[in-house]
């Protein structure tokens, strides 16, 4: 029942950051943003696809700050970090 709380918290925030979107669209969000960060690797092209099947017209797309995906990048040169996608997802989700 936690998961569902958060799912519907996620969604009224959405809506009222953008009040003006469409509500199909503010529940898929709400649905990645919530679960994707909880799943393992192999998990995550199953739980895709089940995203895909309920929301078959829709296209996630992932809101990303630009200045923060800059951010993390250079921190991870200014760090030897390896410059590795899935880490800055993670971020990102975190």
Known sequence: MRAVRTT????GHLKRQFPQSDEALL????????????FLNP?????????????MNLENKQNRDESLFTFVKAEMSLNDFEQNN?????VFQL
Do not use: C, E, Q, T
């Open 8 to 11: 519907i918290n996620s969604v």
């Open 27 to 38: 529940i898929l969000n709400a649905l990645v943003d919530v679960n994707l960060p909880k």
């Open 43 to 55: 998990d995550i092209p199953l739980f895709n696809n089940i995203i895909h099947d309920m929301f």
């Open 86 to 90: 899935d880490f800055v997802v993670k």
